[in-house]
């Protein structure tokens, strides 16, 4: 998250982030091969199972961070590391905001190659490939975090 408060909200449905995380998977074609793919839990499972599969990588490990409630950020806690420094590797997240979360993995894996499906601006130097950017006063509301209901209309919240 940032300081900023959020303003937006950016709902992304289960066949969106599919979308995005194959885009994801086309960028990564390019920069590859891989010879793994760490996700960065739990944002990340779901997009770095899309991308193994679709650039055929059957090594899979987690990097698990705990820092997020469902509205803000919090002290950044490793709950559990991969070895090596990451060379040869593509680590696959869901959102980079502000950086904080990949500063962290990127001290833990220096060689490996950073992805993620969105980026904020705050967050976004700090990855090598990512698909959509969105401003930083916009929560982004994965599909896991959501649930179907009606709304009013923009004019009227």
Request: with cysteine.
């Amino acid at each position: 998250m940032s300081d900023h408060p959020f303003t937006k909200t950016f709902p992304v449905s289960w066949w969106e982030l599919h979308r995005d995380s194959r885009a994801l998977a086309w960028r990564l074609m390019e920069r590859g091969p891989f010879q793994g793919v760490v996700a960065i839990t739990r944002g990340g499972l779901v997009p770095a199972a899309v991308v193994a599969r679709e650039l055929e990588i059957r090594t899979i490990d987690t990097i698990c961070i705990a820092s997020y409630d469902d509205k803000k950020q919090g002290e950044l806690t490793v709950l559990k590391g991969v070895p090596g420094d990451g060379e040869g590797w593509v680590v696959v997240d869901d959102l980079v905001d502000t950086g904080k979360t990949y500063r962290k993995v990127r001290e833990m894996l220096p060689k490996a190659h950073f992805a993620t499906v969105y980026a904020k601006p705050a967050g976004r130097p700090l990855v090598d490939s990512y698909v959509t950017e969105v401003s930083q006063d916009t929560w982004i509301l994965f599909p896991w975090d959501a649930e179907m209901q009606e709304v009013a209309p923009i004019a009227r919240r």
